[in-house]
């Protein structure tokens, strides 16, 4: 009989960045969906990707000095690797500069096209290049809604795509099936959008070269998110494998992040049914970690990154802590001392204390057999036990169910934490030393045995590499990943055979030295050796790189003339008719300094809101390229190329704080 399939996606992952926590979160969930699917007898395919077309990327390009094909081999690599060094191994793997994905997205809105859904016509309007969203309705300053950045006027002649004639259909689909988007609060978001009237959506750009072509006009790409979103497709044969597509689509749940949520549930739908292709099962849009109340942002310069968890604590750690400690489809808080916290008290002290001393008392006790039940010998504890352990497989099965991973493991932890008590209650350590107690003594060991091989099979699909090993020292030579996920896991216990020598899972970890490692791995990351600043600083008005070096030394009262404050940077343009130049609204604390900059070759705007800088204050205005300029923003000039690097900061400094 063939099995049931289940095909689950993350997000085409953007090339702009290196991947980090964010990332990671949703890639973790995947796999541990997939990995739980598999072991309920589904036949999984999991995928994901990189998006490495549209402007954000041909400008991070520009600004690394190479051409947007080697910038995106370059990031989409580093998600692969990333991908390996935490056992994430995803069936398909899509990038959309690969000549299958071309042909698919051509075939999906050719079809829409001929249906009559698609046309041309002009776009003249704001456009954020952060989001790469067209914003019909901008804040004030012409901000995005979404990310508050600076949009950007764009005119231009498009394709349009008649996301307006779906409304009907879309409001529909959302009523027929509720469980479409997930969480609800993300579902009642998408119907107060839809609600509110659709426009028309342009799906092709003119004013740069770097997507997918337009078939049969040379001047026309594909907007990035029409392209993007068809990469589900693309990975299960769209346009070249149609028994494959026809195996797996439609999608059984896209799981995205909260911020690109109107793509999916909007959009993406509503392009499927202009070209007559089936609908994905659900999307489900989970929160977001933040740090410090705020979300993780490169241009905030709160990026936390998994390898340095992983590597201290180990891959397990890291995926038991992001799923243990966010209620999944919400936000939640990322601290280093609950990570930590939780290691040494869940993992350590919970799970690899409960595996040790388990074990370990088999070996000594009864020679390394693994006990067996005795009837004669069981109790009303015995059986509150047994009846705890069937209860805890039922319920975190249907937490599994819904997604419910906290919870989940928190059922779990319930049991390990009853075990433990339920071996201090009855003390085999006591009970050996009397030979009249040793058909007691097995009793209490089976349960503890037994119960441990429950939790073991439940914690699976978390902690996939401590498990598998706990199932080794338990007397198991089968891999773990083939056994079987049923409401009663209680049966199947193994009679004779022996445990194998214990070997601690979780060691107990020093916090303080586990932080700095942490805490100097992250550093690295952040600011690579091999990214030298130069002596002095290269900036808007300061000399140019290639100057004479050593000037004349200074006393400390001429350094004490320079006043150089910290600044939040609020808003960020080009300046018209200059390459290098950008204007800066900065926030010094008691005022908001307009300050041009020579950066724009290394940052792009949308980049630098909420970054902090250094601001020297108290240099006289000057204009560059007719703007004003009122101070000086301070950055490292990078050999070869002089490419300038800002100065910033890694620990929380407040704007206007001065630098002495």
Not at 479 to 500: C, I, R
């Amino acid at each position: 009989m063939a099995k049931p399939k289940f095909y689950i996606t993350t997000p085409i992952y953007y090339v702009n960045a290196r991947p980090h926590l964010g990332h990671t979160y949703t890639t973790v969930v995947a796999d541990t969906i997939a990995r739980y699917k598999r072991m309920r007898g589904y036949d999984v395919v999991l995928l994901t990707g990189t998006d490495e077309h549209g402007q954000k990327v041909e400008r991070a390009a520009k600004a690394a000095g190479v051409s947007p094909q080697e910038f995106a081999d370059r990031i989409s690599a580093e998600y692969r690797a990333l991908w390996r060094e935490l056992d994430l191994p995803v069936d398909r793997f899509v990038r959309t500069t690969e000549p299958r994905h071309e042909r698919a997205v051509q075939m999906l809105f050719r079809k829409a096209q001929d249906q009559g859904y698609v046309y041309k016509g002009g776009y003249e309007g704001q456009y954020c290049v952060f989001d790469e969203m067209y914003v019909d309705e901008p804040l004030s300053g012409n901000l995005c809604p979404e990310c508050k950045r600076p949009t950007e006027r764009v005119r231009e002649e498009n394709y349009f795509f008649k996301l307006s004639a779906f409304q009907d259909r879309l409001l529909e689909l959302y009523e027929k099936q509720p469980d479409f988007i997930q969480p609800d609060t993300r579902r009642n978001e998408v119907l107060a959008f839809v609600r509110g009237g659709l426009r028309d959506l342009s799906i092709s750009r003119t004013s740069f070269k770097w997507g997918i072509p337009w078939p049969g006009e040379e001047k026309h790409i594909f907007y990035v998110w029409s392209d993007a979103l068809t990469s589900y497709m693309t990975g299960v044969g769209y346009a070249d494998d149609e028994v494959e597509f026809e195996k797996y689509w439609p999608a059984d749940m896209h799981l995205i992040g909260k911020e690109i949520l109107r793509f999916h549930a909007v959009y993406w739908p509503a392009f499927l049914m202009a070209a007559g292709e089936a609908l994905p099962k659900r999307v489900f849009a989970h929160g977001w970690w933040l740090f410090a109340d705020e979300k993780m942002s490169k241009s905030r310069g709160n990026m936390q990154y998994p390898q340095p968890i992983a590597r201290v604590l180990g891959i397990d750690a890291l995926r038991y802590f992001l799923l243990r400690d966010m209620v999944f489809g919400q936000d939640g808080n990322f601290s280093r001392d609950a990570l930590l916290t939780r290691y040494n008290s869940d993992l350590a002290n919970g799970l690899g204390n409960l595996t040790s001393r388990t074990i370990t008392m088999i070996e000594q006790y009864l020679g390394g057999r693994v006990p067996a039940r005795n009837p004669k010998e069981e109790n009303d504890r015995d059986r509150e036990v047994a009846e705890l352990q069937r209860g805890t497989c039922e319920e975190v099965l249907r937490y599994y169910e819904s997604y419910d991973f906290s919870r989940a493991l928190e059922s779990i932890w319930s049991l390990i934490a009853e075990i433990d008590k339920y071996l201090v209650e009855f003390q085999p350590w006591v009970l050996v030393k009397e030979k009249s107690k040793w058909g007691r003594l097995e009793m209490v060991l089976y349960t503890a045995y037994d119960a441990l091989r429950v939790v073991t099979l439940l914690a699976h699909p978390v902690l996939p590499h401590a498990t598998q090993k706990i199932w080794e020292q338990l007397g198991n030579s089968t891999p773990l990943a083939s056994q079987m996920l049923g409401n009663d896991l209680t049966v199947g216990h193994k009679q004779g055979g022996h445990v194998n020598k214990p070997e601690g899972v979780f060691p107990r970890v020093d916090k303080k030295e586990a932080f700095e490692r942490i805490e100097a791995m992250e550093e690295e990351i952040r600011n690579p050796a091999s990214t030298t600043p130069a002596a002095s600083g290269s900036t808007a008005g300061a000399a140019p790189a290639g100057a004479a070096a050593g000037p004349a030394k200074i006393g400390i009262e001429d350094f004490a003339k320079i006043e150089m404050r910290v600044g939040v940077v609020k808003s960020a343009e080009r300046v018209a008719g200059a390459d290098k130049l950008l204007k800066l609204l900065v926030d010094i604390g008691e005022e908001v300094r307009q300050v041009v900059a020579g950066i724009a070759t290394s940052y792009a705007p949308e980049d630098l809101i909420g970054k902090k800088v250094v601001v020297v204050a108290n240099l006289a205005p000057r204009k560059l390229r007719g703007v004003e300029s009122n101070g000086m923003i301070v950055a490292a000039s990078v050999a070869p190329d002089g490419r300038p690097v800002l100065c910033t900061f890694t620990e929380d400094v407040p704007a206007g704080a001065r630098l002495k």
